[in-house]
């Protein structure tokens, strides 16, 4: 599968932005979809997923409440609508797939087969 990442921008402070993910080359029909994030200096983060089929979501910590994940299946595609950004949001979101995810995995970065390229996220105080 390949994953094709798109939203991303800059935004003042307690703005909204939303990505997203879309999946094409295979039906994703069964694994789950969503974002990491990798900022200046930083090791790539876990922010949010969403199980196919099903809907279960997961979140990070630091976004939960602001930040929600949802999908189209017809569409192949996940959303990240992330509200109430704050400057420690910047950084580049990477869209994932993985197929095979247990739920102790879900944060993992090897646990996912597939990556988009990434879109950069700004928030300016």
């Known amino acids: 599968v390949q994953l094709q990442a798109s939203g991303g921008g800059l935004v003042q402070a307690g703005g909204s932005l939303r990505l997203s993910c879309a999946a094409s080359?295979?039906?994703?029909?069964?694994?789950?979809m969503g974002w990491f994030r990798q900022a200046p200096g930083k090791e790539r983060e876990f922010v949010a997923v969403?199980?196919?089929?099903?809907?279960?979501?997961y979140y990070a910590d630091s976004v939960k409440g602001r930040f929600a994940i949802s999908r189209d299946s017809a569409k192949n595609t996940a959303y990240l609508q992330m509200n109430s950004l704050k400057p420690e949001d910047t950084a580049v979101y990477y869209c994932?797939?993985?197929?095979?995810?247990?739920?102790?995995?879900?944060?993992?970065?090897?646990?996912?087969?597939?990556w988009g390229q990434g879109t950069q996220v700004t928030v300016s105080s």
């Open positions: 994932a797939a993985g197929y095979s995810v247990i739920l102790s995995m879900i944060k993992h970065i090897r646990a996912y087969d597939a």
């Open positions: 080359g295979r039906t994703f029909s069964n694994g789950v």
């Open positions: 969403i199980r196919w089929p099903g809907g279960n979501t």
